[in-house]
């Protein structure tokens, strides 16, 4: 997320709401969450993992929970903050406040997860991260993205756009597809 009007209407959000999606309480975030977690493999240990876009944890949370080494990358403070009290017990867990794909830590990472992030990027940034990718993978890496289908005003393009454009990542095999009225999930590795 790059756009500064959105990043404050967030900050203002996360600063009067720990949970303004209802990540724990709404059924569609909880059955997102556990798509994507499955899609992680979480029965596979890996070494570091990257969050794209933590908001305020949920998601890091469950992937702590199968990964030595978390890095959660978050560009609105106040979830950031929420995220880093979350994660605080849990060893090998690091909360980036900062801007992907410029604050991304280095790689290389076994997973990358990106939910319902990408598509907020502003162009530049959008190209640098697709570009990015790859090389924040390790060899036989996996990268799951999941993105909210409907348009939105707030977002420059959609969860198609960006799904179509991972798909067409040199790089990167598509490994599977799961698709609901709500939300598109894929999963690519790299060989």
Same mark, same amino acid.
């Given at each position: 997320?790059?756009? *500064?009007?959105?990043?404050?209407?967030?900050?203002?959000?996360?600063?009067?709401?720990?949970?303004?999606?209802?990540?724990?309480?709404? !059924?569609?975030?909880?059955?997102?969450?556990?798509?994507?977690?499955?899609?992680? $493999?979480?029965?596979?240990?890996?070494?570091?993992?990257?969050?794209?876009?933590?908001?305020?944890?949920?998601?890091?949370?469950?992937?702590?929970?199968?990964?030595?080494?978390?890095?959660?990358? $978050?560009?609105?403070?106040?979830?950031?903050?929420?995220?880093?009290?979350?994660?605080?017990?849990?060893?090998?867990?690091?909360?980036?406040?900062?801007?992907?794909?410029?604050?991304?830590?280095?790689?290389?990472?076994?997973?990358?997860?990106?939910? +319902?992030?990408?598509?907020?990027?502003?162009?530049?940034?959008?190209?640098?991260?697709?570009?990015?990718? !790859?090389?924040?993978?390790?060899?036989?890496?996996?990268?799951?993205?999941?993105?909210?289908? !409907?348009?939105? *005003? +707030?977002?420059?393009?959609?969860?198609?756009?960006?799904?179509?454009?991972?798909?067409?990542?040199?790089?990167?095999?598509?490994?599977?597809?799961?698709?609901?009225?709500?939300?598109?999930?894929?999963?690519? +590795?790299?060989?």
């Amino acid at each position: 997320m790059t756009d *500064p009007e959105l990043l404050e209407l967030y900050e203002r959000r996360f600063s009067t709401d720990p949970d303004p999606w209802g990540f724990e309480t709404s !059924p569609y975030e909880q059955a997102k969450r556990a798509a994507t977690v499955e899609a992680c $493999e979480p029965r596979t240990r890996r070494r570091r993992t990257l969050e794209l876009g933590a908001a305020n944890g949920v998601l890091a949370e469950d992937l702590a929970a199968f990964s030595d080494e978390i890095f959660a990358i $978050e560009a609105v403070e106040a979830a950031a903050t929420l995220a880093r009290d979350r994660l605080a017990g849990l060893p090998g867990a690091h909360v980036v406040h900062g801007l992907i794909p410029g604050d991304v830590p280095a790689g290389p990472y076994d997973l990358v997860v990106a939910s +319902e992030i990408l598509y907020y990027l502003d162009q530049p940034s959008y190209t640098q991260t697709l570009a990015a990718l !790859p090389s924040w993978l390790g060899e036989g890496g996996r990268l799951v993205a999941v993105h909210w289908r !409907p348009a939105g *005003p +707030e977002r420059p393009r959609t969860a198609q756009d960006v799904h179509d454009d991972l798909r067409s990542l040199a790089a990167l095999v598509p490994v599977a597809a799961h698709a609901t009225d709500d939300y598109l999930l894929d999963i690519l +590795e790299r060989p």
